[in-house]
């Protein structure tokens, strides 16, 4: 099967920068997306890895390690807002998503 | 804003119910995903369609099925409700079905309170 772990909390200071680390297992995937949950809300998409890599989109980044099986997201210039829970997730040959366990993000003044 | 849409925002039901929770994807997008979030499964994904045809499988129980209809909204039926099927069902959809087209765009869910 696959299998997605993720650290269950991580907390940070109001500017500064912070790494969710996700490791995972399987047979076979098309890439690594990242997902933003605010409580209760949407999972919203943040991120996408094809390749192995830094991926960047404003502030924040992806990394990708295939011969790892190993990936993260980093957050720069941390924002209140930015307090939410983020998820790995394999993106399967239909494009479905297997997710990881989920890292909740306080982010503190 | 996604631009897709599910119904209704809230459920509460009794165990052994059925129930069908109903989602209209993003104008255009031709795959929809249902996925499962529990505090004790988590995110998990259910099943996908992709334009009228069932495309991909995961975790989903017997008791649960799914469609997708011409005009591309679906619908999720649970039926026989157990407690433990309480949980936020969201729907999801993107444009293709393939690998390549990785962002999927959620709706806001239908949190199921099973008593």
């Known amino acids: 099967g696959q299998s997605l772990e993720q650290p269950s909390e991580v907390t940070a200071v109001e500017g500064a920068i912070v790494q969710i680390n996700c490791t995972y297992q399987t047979s076979g995937f098309y890439g690594l997306s990242w997902y933003q949950q605010h409580d209760g809300g949407a999972p919203t998409f943040l991120s996408y890895n094809a390749l192995d890599g830094l991926e960047e989109t404003g502030r924040f980044s992806s990394f990708l390690s295939r011969s790892d099986s190993y990936g993260y997201l980093l957050l720069q210039e941390l924002q209140m807002k930015d307090s939410a829970s983020y998820f790995c997730a394999l993106v399967g040959a239909t494009n479905k998503l297997i997710f990881g366990t989920g890292t909740l993000l306080a982010v503190q003044p | 804003d996604s631009g897709v849409t599910q119904t209704p925002k809230h459920l509460i039901t009794a165990t052994g119910q059925r129930v069908t929770l109903r989602c209209s994807p993003r104008?255009?997008?031709?795959?929809v995903y249902w996925y499962q979030q529990s505090l004790d499964q988590g995110l998990q994904f259910l099943i996908q369609?992709?334009?009228?045809?069932?495309?991909a499988k995961g975790n989903i129980l017997e008791r649960f099925s799914a469609q997708q209809f011409p005009d591309l909204h679906s619908e999720l039926n649970l039926s026989s409700l157990e407690l433990g099927d309480s949980a936020l069902y969201f729907c999801?959809?993107?444009?293709?079905?393939?690998?390549?087209?990785?962002?999927?765009?959620f709706g806001p869910g239908t949190r199921l309170t099973v008593t």
């Open positions: 999801a959809s993107s444009v293709e079905a393939s690998g390549g087209s990785y962002e999927q765009y």
């Open positions: 104008s255009g997008d031709l795959s």
């Open positions: 369609y992709y334009n009228g045809e069932e495309r």
